[in-house]
């Protein structure tokens, strides 16, 4: 059974407006969320993260939040950019698993200009 | 500025024959692993490595062997191919935290 569930596969969005992409996890032992960012034909790139002390993340465009208590994250992109089209992962780890990572199985972002 | 690099890019093999994957790292990270990305599974830890010397299992081992002799190499090595481990094999490496990844190796069993 998935630890980290990302339901919509995909999602498509219009040049400017808000994306905004979501991710469940079922053990309560994650106390780190990262999202990844993915190109076709090249490998993830960490993108940004968040610790279960916070419960939201900013960094430019890119907003992450955290509700420990629904085990729910979510990443905002705004304004979304074209260039922002690419496979997003959801990825937890929890202080035992130290560097080891659980990854939901990415949704597609597909900005329109 | 290398980072992680894999080689092959693109493998073909036939059922039953053997190969390995090779990864490189020049960031002197403890830290190596290999994982697999499957469509809707996401990417699946296959095994990984938090030393020369030291190596683990992760979520989905079987048909996999790996080995750390040094720092910044950690090879995967299927032992007999199987059309299941048809996939894209990503290497990555951690300081502490955050992991680097590679630019991946798509492998096909036929």
């Known amino acids: 059974d998935q630890q980290v569930k990302q339901n919509s596969p995909s999602l498509s969005v219009q040049e400017g407006r808000i994306s905004i992409l979501n991710c469940d996890y079922t053990?309560?032992?994650?106390?780190?969320f990262l999202w990844y960012k993915k190109y076709p034909a090249e490998g993830p790139t960490f993108l940004i993260s968040?610790?279960?002390?916070?419960d939201k993340n900013e960094d430019g465009r890119f907003t992450v939040f955290l509700n420990k208590s629904a085990k729910h994250l979510s990443l905002h992109i705004v304004p979304s950019q074209p260039g922002d089209s690419a496979v997003y992962f959801c990825?937890?780890?929890?202080?035992?698993?130290?560097?080891?990572?659980?990854f939901g199985g990415g949704t597609r972002l597909m900005v329109k200009p | 500025n290398a980072g992680v690099t894999q080689t092959p890019k693109f493998q073909v093999l036939k059922t039953g024959q053997s190969m390995t994957l090779q990864c490189a790292q020049d960031?002197?990270?403890?830290?190596m692993s290999w994982y697999r990305q499957d469509p809707g599974m996401g990417l699946r830890l296959i095994h990984y490595?938090?030393?020369?010397?030291?190596?683990d299992q992760g979520e989905v081992p079987n048909g996999y062997n790996v080995s750390r002799s040094t720092t910044e190499d950690f090879p995967l090595r299927l032992l007999s191919a199987a059309p299941s481990q048809t996939s894209v094999y990503f290497c990555?490496?951690?300081?502490?935290?955050?992991?680097?990844f590679g630019e991946g190796s798509r492998l096909t069993v036929l």
């Open positions: 990825a937890a780890s929890g202080e035992v698993e130290g560097n080891m990572l659980t």
């Open positions: 960031m002197n990270h403890e830290y």
């Open positions: 490595s938090v030393g020369a010397g030291i190596t």
């Open positions: 053990n309560s032992m994650f106390d780190y």
């Open positions: 990555a490496s951690s300081g502490a935290g955050e992991l680097f």
């Open positions: 968040i610790s279960s002390i916070k």
